[in-house]
Every structure is written in structure tokens, then in C-alpha cells.
Nanobody, 122 residues
Framework: QVQLVESGGGLVQTGGSLRLSCAAS????????RGWFRQAPGKEREFVAA????????GYADSVKDRFTITRDNAKNTVYLQMNSLKAEGTAVYYC???????????????WGQGTQVTVSS
């Protein structure tokens, strides 16, 4: 059984940065695509970013492009989301996900973590 555990959330001021991590256990996800979604209060969960199993292909929501960067360390079975220039609308619970293809991850993967809260204050 795959388990995903997010960490790194917290309170940050507008314009600040945070780095989220998502560690996988249960089995290696080296050959799986990984991704991040977020859900703001009163809103549906939305796609944020995804990365292929090699790390060579990435995709981002337009709202975070050029500010967020997704990377992975297969040796650690971990994926990261570096978030810069955070805006108030970035306040949400951030979830990591995994699936066998980047297309599947981008539309909602097969495995999900419990989420980590990010709060951006003005």
C-alpha cells in the first residue's frame, strides 16, 4: 500500500516562499509520475503541478507558472514543490498525488496524501 506524506506547509507572508515535500512509502514510485493539487476553502481541488518519472517533463497550472517549481529525488522517493512569490490566493491545503503517467496525475492520480496547510497572509 502506497502512503504519501506531505510536509513543509505553514504561514507565510505575501511574496514569501515555502518548499513542500511529499515522501512516499510502501513501494518505490521511481517509475511513477508525481504531482500536486490544492484545495482552497469553499473551492474544488485544483491541479497545481506535475512531473514525469524521469523529471524531464513538467506541467503547471497557469496561475502558478513561473513562480512554482516541481522537482523529484527518486533516491529519496520524494517530490518537492518550491513556491515563490506567494499570493493570498495560494492559501489552501496542498495535496500530493502519484500515478503511472503524467497525464493521469494531472487529472487526479491514484494515490493521495493527507495534505498540508499553506496560509498566505497579507
Amino acid at each position: 500500500q502506497v502512503q504519501l506524506v506531505e510536509s513543509g506547509g505553514g504561514l507565510v507572508q505575501t511574496g514569501g516562499s515555502l518548499r513542500l515535500s511529499c515522501a512516499a512509502s510502501g513501494r518505490s514510485l521511481t517509475r511513477d509520475a508525481r504531482g500536486w493539487f490544492r484545495q482552497a476553502p469553499g473551492k474544488e481541488r485544483e491541479f497545481v503541478a506535475a512531473v514525469s518519472w524521469t523529471g524531464g517533463t513538467t506541467g503547471y497550472a497557469d496561475s502558478v507558472k513561473d513562480r512554482f517549481t516541481i522537482t523529484r529525488d527518486n533516491a529519496k522517493n520524494t517530490v518537492y514543490l518550491q513556491m515563490n512569490s506567494l499570493k493570498a490566493e495560494g492559501t489552501a491545503v496542498y495535496y500530493c498525488t502519484a500515478a503511472n503517467t503524467i497525464a493521469r496525475v494531472s487529472s487526479g492520480g491514484d494515490y493521495w496524501g493527507q495534505g498540508t496547510q499553506v496560509t498566505v497572509s497579507s
